[in-house]
């Protein structure tokens, strides 16, 4: 379903004149539909290596990343530190290990983006964090939009 997010975003922002790349460790069925939309498919080992020659031969203004609900030692935190001097891409996270208690992604991380209301709660109470303006300033929750969320009444926010 990642997958299929991707592809369907990167090629809806392709298809408005964006220069939109999408990075695949090998092709596959939605990476192929992203490159109909006009998308720029990169096969790319998912070394910091690699990534980091594509950061640097590219110099995107965006980077995003849609990151899986567990820990792993993420490649992207080690090619944005190597990158040569200059202007770094935003690096915009979603799904955010499902948890806000990852100190490198701290350093990186230029918004973090939920699903789902639920999903961003879930993730402060996981790394204790409470429900303040300031935990929430680089945070977005989306709506989703094949199932939107039912409207709250200001009360019920609050």
Partial sequence: GTQKAAAIFSSGLARRGYSVHYLCHEPGLWSRHAAEGGVHVVPVAMTARDIGVFLASVRPDILHQHVSGMAFDNPVYPALEAMPPGPRPA???????????????????????????????QACRRAHRPLTAETLRHTTVLPNPVFPAVPISASERA
């Fill in 91 to 121: 690096l915009i996270e979603t799904n955010v290990f499902g948890r806000f208690d990852d100190s490198e992604g701290d350093r990186w991380v230029r918004r973090r983006m939920f699903v789902s209301r639920t999903s961003c709660i």
